[in-house]
């Protein structure tokens, strides 16, 4: 089973910036292969995708409620995804996660139930 660690989340204030990583730490899984996408649940709300980038040409993909402030990466050397996060709002603490989406690298998946393996979360909170 591959498995995938976030990592950078952490209390921040409104205005900051935080860079979470997800790592792929599946020996000879071909991480370059995949699509990984970002997604966020915030307390009491359900979890929503926020981003998503291709394996083929590094496509990206983000919701509206991000859009211009948050930035996905990847390093397929290092098995690594990156979201940097801008101008943050308190609106957008929350757990984050990222996931695989095994079916191939080409397309980003808008629903979460096309992701195969997810990771634990790391927190982002926010503060005003």
């Known amino acids: 089973e591959v498995q995938l660690v976030e990592s950078g989340g952490g209390l921040v204030q409104a205005g900051g910036s935080l860079r979470l990583s997800c790592v792929a730490s599946?020996?000879?899984?071909?991480?370059?292969?995949?699509?990984i996408g970002w997604f966020r649940q915030a307390p009491g709300k359900e979890r929503e995708g926020i981003s998503c980038?291709?394996?083929?040409?590094?496509?990206?993909l983000y919701d509206d409620s991000v859009k211009g402030r948050f930035t996905i990466s990847r390093d397929n050397a290092e098995s690594t995804s990156f979201l940097e996060m801008n101008y943050l709002k308190p609106e957008d603490t929350g757990v984050y996660y990222c996931?695989?989406?095994?079916?191939?690298?080409?397309?980003?998946?808008?629903?979460?139930?096309?992701?195969?393996?997810w990771g634990q979360g790391t927190q982002v909170t926010v503060s005003s």
């Open positions: 996931a695989v989406h095994l079916g191939g690298g080409t397309y980003c998946p808008t629903s979460e139930f096309l992701y195969d393996h």
């Open positions: 599946t020996s000879k899984f071909s991480f370059d292969r995949y699509a």
């Open positions: 980038i291709t394996s083929q040409d590094g496509s990206t």
